[in-house]
């Protein structure tokens, strides 16, 4: 009775194992998918920052989601290694740094590119305002050339 039930620990321990391990790949899968969906284009008018900086925030959005996934991930990780120590849980500690790292790296990309976006939004604003600028003043010029020769009373 006792081979019995220390078999069906084994297998229920290998199950929970290849689970996590399922769940390691797939959560690896979906930050490898986020980091190539973050793209290079800074836009090459406000309209277009404007549009980028949108998407971005829908990406910044749909990355609060994964995180709350890859939390649930790391709590699973800490209570297998509590209940299967030694090399189960050695290799259990490794894969959560992986995927740890993987996320950070996903993070700091994330924010950098945030950070891009809105210096090339504050760029697009300064030279929609020198081009208003520059416009107003040869308007002034022109009127003034207009009036001095009288062709405007």
Known sequence: MGLIRNREQRLQAA???HRFHRDV????????????????????????????????EG??????????QLQVLV?????LQVHYPGNNAVHIDQQQQIVVAHWEELKERSAHRRDQLQASCDLQRFLTQVLNYIFHQLYL???VLLFLTGEIC
């Open 75 to 79: 709590e699973d990780a800490s209570r």
């Open 15 to 17: 199950g929970e194992i």
């Open 141 to 143: 010029t022109i009127y």
């Open 25 to 56: 790949a797939e959560a690896l899968s979906r930050i490898q998918e986020k980091e190539a969906a973050l793209p290079e284009d800074l836009g090459r008018d406000l309209n277009s920052v404007l549009a980028l900086i949108r998407r971005h």
């Open 59 to 68: 990406f910044e959005n749909d990355l609060v989601a994964l995180e709350a």
